[in-house]
């Protein structure tokens, strides 16, 4: 299993559609006894809010979020925690709205101080 995400910041490789999570959202995760939370903001996205299990390398969570424009939005997502190279963890996520249609993939990885 890899390592914990607990007070790991990650952030998007790419650009979601408009409107959502992109490269400029940073996510702050915690972690404890097979329990993770992160809050996120950044981009379009001015405060979100996520909170699940994790088993082994697979977390499943729901998140909810309040967008600059003033709505807000809920969703569903399942990701898989990936181990770099370099040691940075990644999230290869699997996600679908639930307040409004659509889904999708995406993937998060850890940043460093210089990333951010």
């Given at each position: ?95 679908e709205w639930e307040s409004q ?16």
């Amino acid at each position: 299993m890899a390592r914990s995400l607990d007070g790991l910041v990650l952030a998007p490789v790419a650009d979601q559609a408009p409107g959502q999570v992109g490269t400029r959202t940073r996510f702050t995760y915690h972690e404890k006894d097979g329990e993770i939370w992160a809050g996120y903001a950044g981009g379009d996205v001015v405060r979100g809010h996520l909170v699940g299990t994790r088993e082994g390398d697979r977390l499943d969570f729901r998140y909810v979020q309040l967008k600059r424009d003033g709505t807000t939005s809920s969703g569903h997502c399942v990701s898989t925690v990936v181990e770099l190279p370099d040691g940075r963890l990644r999230l290869e996520e699997s996600w679908e709205w639930e307040s409004q249609p659509g889904s999708g993939t995406s993937v998060v990885e850890q940043v460093t101080e210089h990333d951010s």
